[in-house]
């Protein structure tokens, strides 16, 4: 049976690439996104059977629930959802002032991401997924602080996310890509020595492209087979149902560098580096056990 997959922003960038990869799996795709016409092209793009545009701007609490309820009556149920809408204010036009800047940038990137999640929340089906894309500049700073900040929010409500989810087998990721070329994101403003400066940051030696966060998206190590997690003392965590990596493993997703740590992975990709790298909270010697 196909699942029904939910995408914001899913019509351009790295939303549409995920979509695309579900599309290919026979999945139904739902895309949210502000703006309608760009959506219907994305639908006209994967087909019209396969993809449905829901026009909602989701930093509008009534708005979202209004994606809910039209998820409900057309499906009934959400299997994977797919929180990827977002951008920096910083890059846009004109100069925001800094509370602007601020705000703009955490109702654009953490706000749009909860609102959507929560209102699905009762929608999701037992062994679902949920994915949430950050940054790398949620780790290391992406030149504004705002930005970096906004996504860094993503982190812990995932944390606390997959903790209430996880005994329904529901998993919860967060995936923070490097510099990913061809998408809106930088607004034209990226400049040949800029571009050469991130490319040489990557571990891999190139620029990461959406269908790389979509093949690492598609291919989460939520669907690796999960066992009793057991914290750093030994307790049994209620809600917590991770994913046993294999100790030390370095591997290639779609042109993204994953390190699985040997220890419990709460949420399988919450790390960074670039084009879009990824590792477990868990390397970081804290958090050990918490989620999926």
Excluded at 21 to 38: H, P
Excluded at 239 to 252: E, F, I, K, T, Y
Aim: glycine fraction near 16%; proline fraction near 5%.
């Amino acid at each position: 049976m196909s699942r029904v997959v939910v995408v914001s922003g899913g019509g351009s960038g790295i939303g549409l690439a995920v979509a695309e990869a579900f599309v290919r799996d026979g999945d139904q795709v739902v895309l949210v996104g502000r703006r309608a016409d760009v959506l219907e092209e994305a639908v006209a793009r994967l087909g019209s059977g396969a993809a449905l545009a829901v026009p909602a701007d989701l930093t509008d609490e009534t708005e979202a629930a209004g994606v809910r309820d039209l998820v409900a009556e057309r499906f009934g149920r959400v299997d994977v959802l797919v929180d990827n809408a977002g951008g920096n204010v910083a890059l846009g036009a004109g100069e925001p002032s800094l509370t602007e800047l601020w705000t703009g940038n955490f109702r654009s990137n953490a706000l749009t991401a909860v609102l959507l999640t929560e209102a699905l929340r009762d929608l999701l089906g037992d062994g679902g997924r949920v994915l949430l894309l950050s940054s790398v500049a949620a780790v290391r700073g992406g030149g504004s602080g705002s930005y970096g900040a906004a996504k860094a929010a993503l982190h812990p409500y995932a944390y606390d996310l997959a903790a209430d989810l996880g005994a329904r087998g529901i998993t919860v990721n967060v995936i923070a890509p490097g510099f990913i070329d061809d998408t809106e994101f930088f607004g034209g403003r990226m400049t040949r020595e800029r571009r050469a400066f991130l490319v040489g940051q990557t571990l891999t030696g190139r620029v990461g492209l959406p269908e790389d966060v979509a093949s690492l998206a598609r291919g989460s190590p939520s669907r690796a087979p999960r066992t009793s997690p057991r914290g750093s003392t030994g307790e049994r965590r209620r809600g917590a149902r991770p994913l046993r990596a294999a100790p030390g493993q370095w591997g290639q997703m779609g042109g993204c560098v994953v390190k699985w740590p040997p220890r419990w992975a709460w949420s399988g990709l919450a790390g960074s580096s670039s084009p879009c790298a990824a590792t477990s909270p868990a390397a970081k010697g804290s958090e050990s056990s918490r989620g999926s």
